[in-house]
């Protein structure tokens, strides 16, 4: 008699557990393995070099006295491109009396000097020089241009220029009072002239120092005076002969107001004026009596 026997729930568990046991140590080996030969197939990725900071260069305008003026910093990096660091960067003044510099690279200037401006970023260091000018003090020359005659103001085509030194060249013109202005002058010595049109000009000798200055001009017209001229009728003496005598001469005056004399061209001749008369010791020909002014 053959007895069959059934396998309980409880064998059949353990059976299970045991098969696992063995196969997965069997299953952990097979995934590393697959793990480190994917690993080998595949390059790394290279790490890129860190940039550095070859230079600094500051540039920016020395400003005038009292002005500011913005200052840049820029970094050139090892890579070959640049950078600007003006916000990053340390800022300094070698001398704060003549220039000073804020943390965002602005520039004052305080006195007339020279200093250096200098920017710092990752330890590297770039400066530019700058020069304060001193303030140039000017002055204005003023004054009234008349004729010397009636005291009245020139207000057309009249002027006062300077006519050398420092200033040479620089000019005003009469406004409707007859003054004039010529602003923006160096200290200095110079000579002005005052002219006008119709009238003769003017020059003064002006010694100008820290202060404004005016210097008036009275102008002298010019002499409105035309040349004299005259015409004489007959203009010649006429042909008579060897016979003593006179004859008269017309004199008619065409330009000018100037006086007159009269000549001959024969010694023989004698000349009165007014009524201009030449009388001849003879008559030997024709001779000329002039009249000059």
């Not at 007895?3 to 097979?30: E, G, Y």
């Not at 070859?54 to 990096?77: C, K, R, W």
Request: net charge positive; with cysteine; glycine share 8%.
């Amino acid at each position: 008699m053959q007895i069959r026997l059934k396998p309980d729930a409880t064998h059949k568990r353990l059976s299970m557990f045991q098969q696992l046991r063995v196969a997965l140590p069997v299953l952990l080996l097979a995934g590393c393995g697959g793990n480190s030969s994917s690993s080998s197939s595949t390059p790394s990725t290279p790490v890129a070099p860190t940039a550095t900071v070859s230079s600094i260069a500051v540039s920016g305008n020395s400003p005038a006295l009292g002005d500011t003026s913005q200052f840049t910093a820029t970094a050139t990096l090892s890579t070959g491109s640049t950078q600007d660091v003006t916000a990053q960067a340390t800022w300094q003044s070698s001398d704060a009396a003549v220039a000073t510099v804020s943390s965002a690279g602005i520039v004052r200037s305080m006195a007339a000097g020279e200093a250096d401006i200098t920017a710092t970023y990752s330890g590297v260091r770039g400066s530019q020089h700058v020069r304060v000018a001193a303030a140039v003090v000017t002055r204005t020359l003023t004054g009234i241009i008349t004729d010397d005659s009636t005291g009245r103001p020139i207000v057309e085509q009249a002027e006062a220029q300077i006519m050398d030194g420092e200033n040479a060249g620089k000019a005003g013109r009469v406004d409707a009072n007859g003054r004039y202005a010529i602003p923006d002058l160096a200290p200095g010595t110079f000579m002005v002239r005052a002219r006008a049109t119709g009238y003769e000009s003017r020059d003064h000798q002006v010694a100008m120092d820290a202060t404004d200055m005016r210097v008036d001009f009275a102008l002298r017209a010019q002499s409105r005076d035309v040349p004299c001229s005259y015409a004489l009728t007959p203009d010649s003496i006429p042909d008579v002969g060897y016979i003593p005598g006179q004859i008269s001469v017309a004199i008619r005056r065409t330009s000018g107001s100037c006086a007159w004399s009269a000549s001959t061209d024969a010694n023989w001749k004698r000349i009165r004026a007014w009524p201009l008369v030449v009388a001849a010791s003879r008559w030997i020909g024709p001779a000329a009596a002039r009249v000059s002014p």
